[in-house]
């Protein structure tokens, strides 16, 4: 391989891996990141088909479940799931709160 394509590949994982950073901190900030901003769910049957459609932050769409716990948090049950993409093995942690729709 040339000097020149040796670069070009380092710039391009230079890129990458500040991209990777930006989804993380991205995907921090967004519902189900931590135990006191959950993603609210009325059902618990909803949770693991929105687990699978979260992204790996470098790899896409491509994160499968690794792990889950139950814990209540507040009087409210909260689902905690670990997804593993099964690229790179990069792993995210979601908690879901389930909150039963108000009886009428
Ligand atoms: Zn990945």
Redesign the pocket.
Known sequence: MSKRARTDRREVERKLDKLTRDRRKLFALEPGSSETNPVEVTSASVIDPKARSLE?P??GP?MRVADQAARVVASRVHRILTMR?V??G?ERTVHYAVVPPLMQ
Do not use: A, V
Request: glycine share 0%; hydrophobic share 0%.
């Open positions: 790996c470098r790899c491509r993409c690229q790179c990069e």
